[in-house]
């Protein structure tokens, strides 16, 4: 018998709850948690009380209050879909509970848009000694592609050299100005300066300063920015004969004369101001103006281009692979609800977690995904609505 805590009720949770519900066989009773539990109430009648057995509201940034909560509830493992922010006070609530646990994005303190891997790596030794996994990164990127890069290098190279990920939304969802997933973490992202590692080295860039013209499958041309991604920093580290790694994210032109405007009055800023006796943060209130990522299912056309060039040496000779997914929005929108960038975040958590649960991939310490055999996540991706596709190229695509 297997049960789950699950912390979060936003669009990728929504999805994940409703794929693990589906799977009795690796979920026998899933719990629910979020600070608005309303939220949580909607899914569990939406997928039944049989299935989400109980609801609860929660602080996640208070570690005591989530250990509590798991003290209470007793699952086997905690999936962590909440904010960033919250990863470490939720990992520090597992442990004091020897508890299990799995996210799909790194910490980011909140007073700081800067995030990477070494806040979570230094849990190592402390979820190895408790005999307790952590999966960090379980979504898609990073998550499936960090899968993809494994599984590359197990089956089709001897060595890799060059990497590029490529990210590709080629939908329209009608609205002027909106992210697909939360406003905050998006745009602390895509405003940090760009990052890529070359020749043993990281290098940077002015934001989204670097931009390639590529031709996505099934979607066409579109133009391209070089920005940095977590997944980066534990797949340079994992795979050290890598010589380049580098991650690329479309913007239409109208969403980046939208986000110009925007950072040039402030609006994107996350340092507090004085507003009517308050304390205000630019960006937090600039999220709570935006359409809620959640509610752009409806409508939404198109589909994404997610994946992963990957150039080495295999018997003596150099070659070129692309592994990737195309995910349609409207598909995702018939089977769960929910539009296509909740979708390939959603179902990967479920994956992970399945595979933690029925012993697949179990170690005691703190991992990242392509630390384990990429095989068995590959035919679940396959399995449960995101199917993936290797085509072999005759050169990599990229200029620079």
């Known amino acids: 018998m297997s049960r789950v ?6 669009g990728v949770a929504s999805v994940t709850v409703k794929k693990c519900a589906r799977l009795p066989q690796h979920f026998d009773e899933i ?3 979020s600070r608005t539990v309303s939220k949580c109430e909607a899914l569990q009648k939406e997928v039944g009380e049989d299935r989400v057995k109980g ?20 699952p086997d493992l905690v999936i962590n879909l909440a904010l960033p922010y919250q990863d470490l006070p939720i990992m520090d609530a597992c442990l004091a509970t020897n508890t299990h646990y799995l996210d799909t994005a790194n910490y980011e303190p909140k007073d ?3 995030f990477e891997y070494s806040w979570q790596w230094a849990y190592q030794d402390k979820f190895k000694e408790a005999g307790i996994m952590a999966l960090l990164g379980s979504g898609f990127d990073p ?7 494994a599984y590359a290098a197990k089956h089709y190279f001897d060595e890799i050299h060059y990497l590029d990920i490529v990210d ?3 939908g329209d969802h009608g609205q002027a100005f909106a992210t697909n997933f939360n406003p905050e973490i998006n745009i602390r ?8 590692w070359e020749n043993g080295e990281w290098k940077e860039t002015d934001p989204l300063s670097v931009r390639e013209d590529l031709d996505y499958q099934n979607i066409g041309e579109r133009a391209s920015y070089l920005m940095f991604h977590e997944e980066l920093e534990s797949l340079v580290k994992h795979f050290p004969t890598l010589k380049r790694a580098r991650f690329w994210m479309t913007f239409g032109d109208a969403y980046l004369n939208h986000l110009r405007v925007l950072e040039g009055i402030g609006m994107t800023s996350i340092e507090p101001i004085e507003f009517q006796g308050q304390q205000v943060v630019p960006l937090e209130f600039l999220k709570a103006v935006l359409p809620n990522p959640g509610s752009l299912a409806e ?3 198109g589909m994404t281009c997610i994946g992963t060039y990957i150039t080495g040496i295999k018997d003596g000779k150099e070659k070129t692979i692309f592994i990737y997914n195309n995910c349609e929005h409207a598909k995702c929108n018939e089977e769960v609800g929910a539009q296509a960038v909740s979708y390939t975040t959603g179902v990967p958590a479920m994956i992970g977690a399945a595979l933690m649960l029925n012993g697949t991939w179990k170690e005691a310490g703190v991992w990242n995904m392509e630390q384990f055999d990429p095989d068995p996540f590959m035919d679940m991706l396959n399995e449960h609505g995101l199917p993936w596709h290797v085509l072999e190229c005759d050169s990599s695509p990229f200029t620079k």
């Open 143 to 149: 998550g499936v592609t960090n899968v993809f890069t």
């Open 55 to 74: 609801v609860f509201a929660l602080d996640a940034d208070n570690a005591k209050e989530v250990e509590a909560l798991i003290n209470d509830v007793k």
């Open 189 to 196: 992202e895509i405003t940090q300066r760009g990052k890529f």
């Open 5 to 10: 805590l699950i912390i979060g009720a936003g």
């Open 31 to 33: 719990y629910l948690a």
């Open 168 to 170: 590709c939304n080629g």
């Open 299 to 301: 409508g939404y056309v």
């Open 112 to 114: 700081e848009a800067k």
